[in-house]
T-cell receptor, first 113, second 114 residues
């Protein structure tokens, strides 16, 4: 059974810092991996989708990497801003799972001015 | 529509009552998923639809839970004889094609069972 772990559970940083969120998964036979952010009381917003054949994806200040063989992904946020404060969720999609996502517990990020 | 919509946004019910939660997918998205987010369990998969068929119902926690999809569009999740442990946020997500593409989530329905 696939298990997804995110470290740290919570992170507080001053504005302007670069930061890294970590995600690990136990079964490396994934189809792709998706990073989301969730604001309090809201649904999930997709940030980046990395296919299993890719090593990284970039969108603006966000960069996600994937090392499928070691079961790890990182989300790098450059020059953090208070508006980045949210819960960040990592989710993996297995190759034979009809596309359903298995989620980590999330990292709660607070960026203070 | 422009995005996935869900209704109601909040639902408070008494233990033992039945509830229906609705999901309107992005137009043209054939794959539809229901997930549940609760404090103790995080985000868990419930059921997957491709068109009107549900090839994967493995996440439904009990036979009190059922779902249907009509016209390859709107889906309804029904919980019968609600229990307090059913209290959670129920999220719907849709994607194009077979479901292995990017999933887009609705805002969720917060269910509180008193």
């Amino acid at each position: 059974k696939q298990e997804v772990t995110q470290i740290p559970a919570a992170l507080s940083v001053p504005e302007g810092e670069n930061l890294v969120l970590n995600c690990s998964f136990t079964d490396s036979a994934i189809y792709n991996l998706q990073w989301f952010r969730q604001d309090p009381g809201k649904g999930l917003t997709s940030l980046l989708l990395i296919q299993s054949s890719q090593r990284e994806q970039t969108s603006g200040r966000l960069n996600a990497s994937l090392d499928k063989s070691s079961g790890r992904s990182t989300l790098y946020i450059a020059a953090s801003q208070p508006g980045d404060s949210a819960t960040y969720l990592c989710a993996v999609r297995g190759g034979t799972s009809y596309g359903k996502l298995t989620f980590g517990q999330g990292t709660i990020l607070t960026v203070h001015p | 529509g422009a995005g996935v919509s869900q209704s109601p946004s909040n639902k408070v019910t008494e233990k033992g009552k039945d509830v229906e939660l609705r999901c309107d997918p992005i137009s043209g998205h054939t794959a539809l998923y229901w997930y549940r987010q609760s404090l103790g369990q995080g985000l868990e998969f419930l059921i997957y639809f491709q068109g009107n068929s549900a090839p994967d119902k493995s996440g439904l926690p009990s036979d009190r839970f059922s779902a249907e999809r009509t016209g390859g569009s709107v889906s309804t999740l029904t919980i019968q004889r609600t229990q307090q442990e059913d209290s959670a946020v129920y999220l719907c997500a849709t994607s194009s094609g077979s479901g292995y593409n990017e999933q887009f989530f609705g805002p969720g329905t917060r269910l509180t069972v008193l």
